[in-house]
Nanobody, 126 residues
Framework: QVQLVELGGGLVQAGGSLRLSCAAS????????IGWFRQAPGNEREFVAA????????LYADSVKGRFTISKDNAKNTVYLQMNSLKVEDTAVYYC???????????????????WGQGTQVTVSS
């Protein structure tokens, strides 16, 4: 059974960069995708980005497009989220999650994911 662990959160100034990692234990199948979501205090959890395990198809939220890059290392069973030009409004707990939904249209939706990590805090100061 797959378990997901996020690493790499922390405190950074606005304009800075951070790289989050999502390490998966257990087998990830070619039909899977890994997504990143975030939740700020008082807000609902929102989609950030996702990548298919096979082929590397990606999807981004408009709010992070051009600033964040999602990538994967199949050999290490790890997905990365490179976050550049960070803004104060990027402050949130970031979660990675696993889905077996093949249609990328549904990757934006929480209910598409059946495994979640515990989250890592990202704080961007002004």
């Amino acid at each position: 059974q797959v378990q997901l662990v996020e690493l790499g959160g922390g405190l950074v100034q606005a304009g800075g960069s951070l790289r989050l990692s999502c390490a998966a234990s257990g087998r990830i199948f070619s039909s899977n995708a890994i997504g990143w979501f975030r939740q700020a205090p008082g807000n609902e959890r929102e989609f950030v980005a996702a990548v298919s395990w096979s082929g590397g198809n990606t999807l981004y939220a408009d709010s992070v497009k051009g600033r964040f890059t999602i990538s994967k290392d199949n050999a290490k069973n790890t997905v990365y989220l490179q976050m550049n030009s960070l803004k104060v409004e990027d402050t949130a707990v970031y979660y990675c999650a696993l889905t077996s939904v093949l249609t990328s249209t549904y990757w934006r939706r929480e209910f598409s994911y059946n495994k979640w990590g515990q989250g890592t805090q990202v704080t961007v100061s002004s």
